[in-house]
């Protein structure tokens, strides 16, 4: 932990978060959903999502960007398939339901596969991913976002960091969980450099004139502007195959935009309100063969690529999804750290709310 971090108990901050949405006009049930996905992000350390990404929901609800009761209406749907308008709510709550229908539709037919649209921000894709595999099945989840990533040879964003998370069961005490955006870094990872001035290394980022930079501040500032991009998974050009991220990130275009009848690349953009797509696709493996054979045969993947050769000086090979639950069993017992920037807002927010039992030193 650095001098200028503080911790705090996890059940205090996923409460304290809880309230927030409460005071902003989000029902209790659904409070608790957004909360738990918040607080899950922080717990295996994916800090771009969790408890930073609070006071941006705060600021979309009180400037009415985004409502705080998510009103779900199915629009089509099959044994096996729904498309939902979300009415614009908290992303949250309706990928949460999202999945929670995929799942209840594979449990019956062996697959389901729902798109929402016009949605908003929704956290960590691998949350739903992994609200599959508790429920014993494989889970996909995908979204669009707003511009971001630079296509190809290009230097204007345009597709969204466009996450694609896939969640496998196994025997161990932790799934398979894949979660990666499919540009080289996340605008919420730059939020976290911006807020301690920490640069970016060179290769995530290049600006109008195609020069790689570095500044996180300026870049925020440039991505919001138009006159910065992300670079794709693989980087710039082809020599490092940037453009398997490009096709990537595309897809989860098509995906999350067209399957939900939604706007796309330069239309989720603030003055258009953000109207993301997700898709959620879980598969029922007992449709294949018993789970207890599928999840040991996926175990002994794992583990056979994790015991595999190391590399000189490295000594130990990991697998989708270990770190992260290694990282929620130690903050489990000892906290949260938060630094100073997300400290302030967080005391903002208690000031603003009235929430005055909560202590923030």
Do not use: W
Request: proline residues 5%; charged residues 20%.
């Amino acid at each position: 932990m650095s001098e200028k971090e503080t911790i705090i108990d996890v059940n205090t901050l996923k409460t304290f978060m809880k309230d927030v949405f409460i005071k902003c006009g989000v029902p209790q049930e659904d409070a608790q959903i957004c909360s738990d996905v918040l607080i899950t992000s922080d717990l295996r350390g994916i800090e771009s999502h969790g408890v930073q990404r609070l006071k941006m929901y705060y600021d979309r609800i009180l400037a009415e960007i985004q409502s705080p009761v998510t009103k779900l209406t199915i629009e089509q749907e099959t044994k096996t398939t729904a498309r939902i308008d979300a009415g614009h709510g908290m992303g949250h709550v309706a990928a949460y339901r999202g999945m929670e229908l995929a799942i209840k539709k594979a449990k019956k037919y062996g697959t389901g596969a729902v798109a929402v649209g016009n949605s908003t921000h929704f956290g960590i894709a691998g949350y739903y991913s992994q609200m599959a595999t508790n429920a014993g099945m494989i889970g996909i989840t995908c979204t669009n976002a707003r511009p971001s990533i630079a296509p190809t040879f290009g230097v204007e964003p345009m597709l969204g960091t466009n996450p694609l998370t896939i969640g496998i069961p196994t025997d161990e005490t932790f799934p398979f969980l894949f979660d990666a955006a499919t540009s080289i870094t996340q605008r919420g990872k730059i939020e976290v450099k911006s807020r301690t001035k920490s640069p970016l290394p060179e290769g995530m980022v290049i600006d109008e004139k195609g020069a790689l930079v570095t500044d996180s501040p300026t870049i925020l500032k440039a991505l919001i502007d138009g006159k910065a991009a992300l670079l794709p998974l693989g980087g710039l050009g082809e020599i490092l195959a940037g453009y398997k991220g490009y096709g990537f990130a595309t897809a989860v275009e098509i995906f999350s935009a067209a399957l939900s009848k939604g706007p796309f690349l330069k239309d989720l953009t603030l003055d258009k309100g953000y109207k993301l797509g997700h898709f959620f696709l879980a598969i029922n493996v007992e449709a294949f063969l018993p789970l207890p054979i599928f999840t040991k045969i996926a175990g002994n993947i794992v583990r056979e690529l994790r015991s595999s050769k190391k590399a000189p000086g490295q000594n130990r090979i990991y697998t989708a999804g270990e770190k992260e639950y290694e990282m929620e069993l130690e903050r489990l017992k000892s906290g949260i750290p938060i630094n100073s920037s997300i400290l302030e807002d967080l005391k903002y927010m208690k000031g603003e709310l009235g929430l005055n039992s909560y202590s923030f030193s």
